[in-house]
């Protein structure tokens, strides 16, 4: 009887134990989905508002050149990045470089290095991945004195003109 006894206990804990780990491993991949979720909606709702500057004949240059920042840098070389960039180009504004941990893997019509490198000076560093505004701009701030802006403030500073 004892043995039955032991063999249950030993059952119960052990599904116990199993469930408790495959709960955690669930509710991480929820949180996982949620933040990722709530990165593309804000990539979403810029990209819509950028379109709609765009189609009131207004651009991105607008911004810089009020607050006379001729030469600048682009932390964040994917899709927002290479957007901007492309949207900089023949409008008098100079991208220096662009700074991204991948910068081995990626082209572009610009320079591209890592946050790790030695930085050029700018007038100021756009940040594309707007989602990680913070942690990006305390990282970088360690780094550089010069002004750090998000695409956000860029974006809305530029729909002002």
Known sequence: MKKAVCTVAAFVASF???????GNFMLKNVNK??????KHL?????TND???L???GKDMAAYFKRKDYKKIAIYGMHYMGMSLLNE???SGIEVAYGIDRNADHIFADCKVITPDEEFEDVD???????????SIEEELSQKVSYPIVSLEEVLYGADLS
């Open 16 to 22: 116990m134990a199993g469930a408790g780990i495959v």
């Open 33 to 38: 989905s949620q933040e990722m979720s709530e």
């Open 42 to 46: 804000s990539l979403y709702m810029i």
């Open 50 to 52: 950028w379109l709609r």
């Open 54 to 56: 765009k189609q009131d």
């Open 88 to 90: 900089l180009k023949n």
């Open 124 to 134: 100021a560093i756009v940040v594309t991945p707007v989602f990680y505004f913070e």
